[in-house]
Each structure stands twice: as C-alpha cells, then as structure tokens.
Nanobody
Framework: QVQLVESGGGLVQPGGSLTLSCAAS????????MSWYRQAPRKARELVAT????????NYADSVKGRFTISRDNAKSTVYLQMNSLKPEDTAVYYCNAKTSWLNYWGQGTQVNVSS
C-alpha cells in the first residue's frame, strides 16, 4: 500500500535550519510529483514546494523562495525539504504529498515550531 512517512520536524529558533524527510513506498516514486505543503493554526493548507521526478522542475511559494530547497533521492524514494533562515511564521504542520495520474496521497504531517 502507499505510504508517506515524514520526519525531521521539531523546535528551532528563528534563523535556524531544519531538514524534513519523506520516505515513500507503494508507488513508482520516480514518476510522481512530490510536494511539501504546510498548515498553520486557523489557516488553509498551502503549497510550499514541488519537485517533479524526472525533469528536475521545482517550484516554490514566494514566502519561502531563497530559504527552502526541495530535493529528492529517487534511489531511496525520499524527498527532502531543507529549510534555512526559519521565521516564526514558518510554524506549521508540514505535509508530504505524492501525485501521479492515479494518485494523490498525503503523509501524516510533521510539526515545525519556530520560536525563541
């Protein structure tokens, strides 16, 4: 069955860094567009970053451009989100998403708290 398991969340001070990981199984990872979304309290879920499997295309929300980097290791079926220069407004639950022609699947989420 399809699984997406996120890890790497936690508490970090403003200006700090975190790397989130999402280990995937149950589908052809290379064929999937992998994305990170986040949802802050009382706010809608928003797209943070997307990376396609073969073309190398990436896309970022304006709020994270220049600070976050999405990458993927197709051999390990894992997608990463490197987050630098974190701000309090980056506090949210971060979700991994896998999308293909037949799949639109979410991970369980990992909490990121940016606070001093």
């Amino acid at each position: 069955q399809v699984q997406l398991v996120e890890s790497g969340g936690g508490l970090v001070q403003p200006g700090g860094s975190l790397t989130l990981s999402c280990a995937a199984s149950g589908f052809t990872f290379r064929s999937a567009a992998m994305s990170w979304y986040r949802q802050a309290p009382r706010k809608a879920r928003e797209l943070v970053a997307t990376g396609t499997g073969t073309s190398g295309y990436t896309n970022y929300a304006d709020s994270v451009k220049g600070r976050f980097t999405i990458s993927r290791d197709n051999a390990k079926s894992t997608v990463y989100l490197q987050m630098n220069s974190l701000k309090p407004e980056d506090t949210a639950v971060y979700y991994c998403n896998a999308k293909t022609s037949w799949l639109n699947y979410w991970g369980q989420g990992t909490q990121v708290n940016v606070s001093s």
